[in-house]
């Protein structure tokens, strides 16, 4: 039977009699019967029926090495209807001392399927639940779902949160259990299958999921807390370590003492001795710039209208607590990073201010910053990160840096990316318009503080497109935008002034083209590059360059007209090209890339840089785990929390060892709410502290040390 395809006729008891479209029942893979088709591929099932521990009969079927081994059910006749039907349920046990991974499978006779892929973990016999239709964790608001398996009224659980396809459930005709391609042997333990109206399981999975302090309900971590006396006496007992780690030895912007020959200019800036890239304190000391992004007292928000049910205990929209509750929308078509989120409009509760209020009464937001800034200079960072309170740079204790978010009702150029939004287009004088303005606002009462580090200008643009051939994204869109795209008009006259007349454009880029008109059109199909047609990736290398100094030059006059003293930080590069980071380095004091990798050098191009000679600044980097309550493990994942602060040590560690970077910025400061931020729907566990506001305390301190190395 191993390596081979079985056939059994069996009888499904309803779900699948021997007729067309029959209707559902029960199927025991453990006691197959006459008029139904079981097929093993390179599937073998084993030893006798055996019986768990709650009596249910389960049969052992191991899974042989081959790429798709797989059991599939089939009706004898026709197909099942299954229209009135909601979940397929599957009894299962994993034989294995680890996790195997299942794929489920449904079929219909038209040739459409649903697809789920779950890790069933070793263990216990439990209920596999298939939702009958697609279904994520954004349709729930949320980028990442529950952990699995979960206890669904004293029954194991484990959902597949994710299904992709499409099914019509009239006419199933077929269900397939798969391992994907094992090395070796894997069994599995069945037993009944059968399908259940409703979504009992779905709505069951996400039910009270959240406590009234917005942490996890159905685990345990120890900065949990229980009761309000219990999250104050954890933030009094902090107060006292904190009162013990302050530092010392540091000029009045966190300079170091030891470093000689570098120029005092009363700003922050940046210098070049014996090879290596520094930022300066305006007194003159060596900086390496250590932040943390996202400082906010607000950063717990998360929708709740439409989906109560997942919130336990949630505090009255009224009296003291009206203040945390609010009202947004965050839908927006353009924008790839909210794709499918649901829930993503009307009233939110703020779940981290409202454990500040509860910490601190009134005054909590005072209250926090003092705490907060308390917390940066004790775990040893020296630096405000973006998109963080206004006001802890001005009270003076710590650099800060600016965003300048340029927004406005400017033309914009799709390539193919677009993760944030399509690109803004440089070349609309909309776009000077728009940039002088926000230059204005964000400089204007901050161009003679000293404390300000500098500038960043937006945030991860989409400055390349997807797969092998993204480099040239911006290009290809820029061509097939419509005929008013400032960008594309502007690249149709460089063509122009090459090639002159179309029909030696035509010839360098292997087209046909009859006109220059044939160009100017909305949707115009722009060739790939080739290597028998080298001038097409010269052409779109000529306009990368070309579009990325518009930005950049745009920008960087105008902070310079604004205020000449302080650093232009560069774009905080996600995606980029060499034409975009050249021309960077050209328009910019320090060049700023997000990098989510194990290691510095494997979030950008190290030695180009180093040949561009201009000096780097980690943007963003994090590393995540599940071990705390948000669902999410972050960009860069690790297995738990202490691996996040020997991953921390060796990030920062590797990038102050490089002479081209001159700081690292964390993200974030907070835990992402459970059930998704308000933007996007993001719940990863990435803080340095909790939605409690509690820190993590073996994390902090193995970041306290890391960054004490590196900063004394």
Same mark, same amino acid.
């Given at each position: 039977?191993?390596?081979?395809?079985?056939?059994?006729?069996?009888?499904?008891?309803?779900?699948?009699?021997?007729?067309?479209?029959?209707?559902?029942?029960?199927?025991?893979?453990?006691?197959?019967?006459?008029?139904?088709?079981?097929?093993?591929?390179?599937?073998?099932?084993?030893?006798?029926?055996?019986?768990?521990?709650?009596?249910?009969?389960?049969?052992?079927?191991?899974?042989?090495?081959?790429?798709?081994?797989?059991?599939?059910?089939?009706?004898?006749?026709?197909?099942?209807?299954?229209?009135?039907?909601?979940?397929?349920?599957?009894?299962?046990?994993?034989?294995?001392?680890?996790?195997?991974?299942?794929?489920?499978?449904?079929?219909?006779?038209?040739?459409?399927?649903?697809?789920?892929?779950?890790?069933?973990?070793?263990?216990?016999?439990?209920?596999?639940?298939?939702?009958?239709? $697609?279904?994520?964790?954004?349709?729930?608001?949320?980028?990442?779902?529950?952990?699995?398996?979960?206890?669904?009224?004293?029954?194991?659980?484990?959902?597949?949160?994710?299904?992709?396809?499409?099914?019509?459930?009239?006419?199933?005709?077929?269900?397939?259990?798969?391992?994907?391609?094992?090395?070796?042997?894997?069994?599995?333990?069945?037993?009944?299958?059968?399908?259940?109206?409703?979504?009992?399981?779905?709505?069951?999975?996400? $039910?009270?999921?959240?406590?009234?302090?917005?942490?996890?309900?159905?685990?345990?971590?120890?900065?949990?807390?229980?009761?309000?006396?219990?999250?104050?006496?954890?933030?009094?007992?902090?107060?006292?370590?904190?009162?013990?780690?302050?530092?010392?030895?540091?000029?009045?912007?966190?300079?170091?003492?030891?470093?000689?020959?570098?120029?005092?200019?009363?700003?922050?800036?940046?210098?070049?001795?014996?090879?290596?890239?520094?930022?300066?304190?305006?007194?003159?000391?060596?900086?390496?710039?250590?932040?943390?992004?996202?400082?906010?007292?607000?950063?717990?928000?998360?929708?709740?209208?439409?989906?109560?049910?997942?919130?336990?205990?949630?505090?009255?929209?009224?009296?003291?607590?009206?203040?945390?509750?609010?009202?947004?929308?965050?839908?927006?078509?353009?924008?790839?990073?909210?794709?499918?989120?649901?829930?993503?409009?009307?009233?939110?509760?703020?779940?981290?201010?409202?454990?500040?209020?509860?910490?601190?009464?009134?005054?909590?937001?005072?209250?926090?910053?003092?705490?907060?800034?308390?917390?940066?200079?004790?775990?040893?960072?020296?630096?405000?990160?973006?998109?963080?309170?206004?006001?802890?740079?001005?009270?003076?204790?710590?650099?800060?840096?600016?965003?300048?978010?340029?927004?406005?009702?400017?033309?914009?150029?799709?390539?193919?990316?677009?993760?944030?939004?399509?690109?803004?287009?440089?070349?609309?004088?909309?776009?000077?318009?728009?940039?002088?303005?926000?230059?204005?606002?964000?400089? $204007?009462?901050?161009?003679?503080?000293?404390?300000?580090?500098?500038?960043?200008?937006?945030?991860?643009?989409?400055?390349?497109?997807?797969?092998?051939?993204?480099?040239?994204?911006?290009?290809?869109?820029?061509?097939?935008?419509?005929?008013?795209?400032?960008?594309?008009?502007?690249?149709?006259?460089?063509?122009?002034?090459?090639?002159v007349a179309p029909e030696t454009l035509s010839a360098a880029w292997g087209i046909a083209l009859g006109s220059w008109d044939a160009v100017n059109v909305a949707g115009f199909a722009a060739p790939a590059p080739n290597e028998a047609h080298p001038a097409i990736a010269a052409d779109y290398g000529a306009w990368l360059r070309r579009y990325a100094d518009a930005y950049f030059r745009t920008v960087a006059e105008a902070i310079h007209r604004h205020d000449p003293h302080h650093l232009f930080l560069g774009g905080r590069f996600a995606v980029n090209t060499p034409e975009a980071v050249a021309a960077c380095a050209q328009y910019c004091d320090v060049v700023s890339f997000n990098v989510y990798a194990d290691l510095p050098q494997h979030g950008f191009d190290a030695a180009a840089m180093h040949q561009l000679d201009k000096p780097v600044l980690?943007?963003?980097?994090?590393?995540?785990?599940?071990?705390?309550?948000?669902?999410?493990?972050?960009?860069?994942?690790?297995?738990?929390?202490?691996?996040?602060?020997?991953?921390?040590?060796?990030?920062?560690?590797?990038?102050?060892?490089?002479?081209?970077?001159?700081?690292?910025?964390?993200?974030?400061?907070?835990?992402?709410?459970?059930?998704?931020?308000?933007?996007?729907?993001?719940?990863?566990?990435?803080?340095?502290?909790?939605?409690?506001?509690?820190?993590?305390?073996?994390?902090?301190?193995?970041?306290?040390?890391?960054?004490?190395?590196?900063?004394?």
């Amino acid at each position: 039977m191993k390596h081979a395809a079985v056939i059994w006729a069996l009888c499904l008891l309803g779900l699948g009699a021997c007729h067309a479209a029959a209707a559902p029942g029960v199927f025991d893979l453990a006691d197959p019967a006459a008029g139904t088709r079981l097929t093993l591929d390179h599937v073998q099932r084993t030893g006798a029926v055996e019986r768990a521990s709650d009596s249910v009969a389960q049969q052992r079927y191991a899974f042989q090495p081959a790429p798709h081994p797989q059991i599939v059910i089939m009706p004898a006749h026709g197909a099942w209807d299954w229209s009135t039907q909601g979940e397929l349920r599957l009894r299962v046990q994993n034989a294995m001392a680890w996790a195997v991974t299942l794929v489920v499978e449904v079929d219909d006779a038209g040739g459409q399927q649903l697809h789920a892929t779950v890790g069933v973990p070793a263990g216990p016999a439990q209920t596999l639940v298939v939702p009958l239709h $697609a279904t994520s964790p954004r349709g729930e608001g949320m980028q990442a779902g529950p952990p699995m398996p979960f206890d669904d009224r004293g029954q194991p659980t484990l959902l597949a949160t994710t299904v992709q396809g499409t099914l019509d459930l009239h006419k199933v005709s077929a269900i397939r259990l798969g391992v994907p391609a094992p090395q070796a042997a894997q069994t599995l333990l069945f037993g009944r299958l059968d399908v259940a109206p409703g979504a009992a399981a779905l709505h069951d999975a996400y $039910a009270g999921i959240v406590d009234r302090y917005g942490q996890f309900t159905r685990s345990q971590w120890p900065e949990k807390v229980d009761s309000d006396a219990a999250l104050r006496a954890a933030h009094a007992a902090e107060k006292a370590i904190l009162a013990r780690a302050m530092p010392t030895g540091l000029d009045a912007y966190g300079g170091r003492l030891d470093v000689h020959g570098l120029n005092r200019t009363g700003w922050f800036h940046v210098q070049k001795t014996d090879g290596r890239w520094r930022l300066v304190t305006p007194d003159g000391h060596a900086f390496f710039s250590l932040g943390v992004n996202a400082m906010v007292a607000d950063g717990g928000r998360s929708y709740v209208e439409g989906r109560e049910s997942m919130f336990r205990d949630l505090p009255p929209a009224r009296g003291e607590w009206a203040v945390f509750y609010g009202s947004g929308d965050n839908r927006n078509k353009d924008q790839r990073a909210s794709a499918g989120i649901d829930y993503n409009h009307g009233r939110w509760f703020d779940f981290y201010a409202a454990n500040l209020y509860r910490v601190d009464g009134g005054n909590w937001q005072d209250a926090w910053r003092a705490r907060t800034l308390d917390r940066l200079q004790a775990w040893g960072f020296n630096t405000i990160g973006n998109w963080s309170d206004d006001a802890l740079g001005r009270a003076h204790r710590l650099p800060y840096t600016r965003s300048i978010n340029i927004a406005g009702d400017y033309a914009n150029v799709a390539s193919g990316y677009d993760y944030w939004g399509r690109m803004p287009d440089p070349f609309d004088p909309r776009f000077v318009q728009a940039t002088e303005a926000a230059v204005t606002k964000a400089s $204007a009462d901050v161009r003679d503080d000293p404390y300000l580090l500098g500038y960043f200008a937006d945030n991860e643009l989409a400055w390349a497109g997807n797969g092998p051939q993204g480099r040239w994204g911006l290009a290809v869109g820029t061509l097939a935008g419509d005929t008013k795209s400032p960008a594309k008009q502007a690249f149709i006259a460089m063509l122009r002034k090459k090639y002159v007349a179309p029909e030696t454009l035509s010839a360098a880029w292997g087209i046909a083209l009859g006109s220059w008109d044939a160009v100017n059109v909305a949707g115009f199909a722009a060739p790939a590059p080739n290597e028998a047609h080298p001038a097409i990736a010269a052409d779109y290398g000529a306009w990368l360059r070309r579009y990325a100094d518009a930005y950049f030059r745009t920008v960087a006059e105008a902070i310079h007209r604004h205020d000449p003293h302080h650093l232009f930080l560069g774009g905080r590069f996600a995606v980029n090209t060499p034409e975009a980071v050249a021309a960077c380095a050209q328009y910019c004091d320090v060049v700023s890339f997000n990098v989510y990798a194990d290691l510095p050098q494997h979030g950008f191009d190290a030695a180009a840089m180093h040949q561009l000679d201009k000096p780097v600044l980690i943007g963003e980097f994090h590393f995540g785990s599940d071990d705390r309550g948000p669902f999410g493990k972050g960009v860069v994942s690790v297995w738990n929390e202490q691996q996040r602060g020997e991953a921390y040590a060796r990030f920062i560690a590797t990038a102050a060892s490089n002479p081209d970077i001159v700081g690292a910025h964390w993200f974030q400061y907070t835990d992402q709410p459970v059930t998704g931020r308000l933007l996007d729907g993001e719940n990863s566990h990435i803080g340095l502290v909790g939605i409690t506001d509690i820190p993590f305390g073996g994390f902090v301190e193995a970041v306290r040390v890391a960054n004490n190395a590196v900063s004394h």
